[in-house]
């Protein structure tokens, strides 16, 4: 599969606990962090559920 690189872009103080959660399973620690992961279904839903707070960086 093909992988893509995440990027945090807005804060997550004020997110929900479950949206928290989802950005630590991405790998999401900071502000502007990035991660390159794999494009996989499981991937792809976690990053529709906070798309608010990351951006797909190509």
């Known amino acids: 599969m093909s992988t893509i690189k995440i990027k945090q872009v807005k804060s997550r103080i004020g997110a929900p606990a ?6 630590d399973a991405l790998g999401l ?10 494009a996989t ?3 792809l839903g ?5 798309r608010h707070l990351v951006t797909i960086v190509k």
Request: hydrophobic fraction near 40%; charged fraction near 35%.
């Open 46 to 50: 976690m990053v529709e559920k906070v």
């Open 29 to 38: 620690r900071k502000l502007n962090h990035m991660v390159e992961l794999e």
């Open 18 to 23: 479950t949206q928290k959660r989802t950005l």
């Open 41 to 43: 279904p499981s991937i």
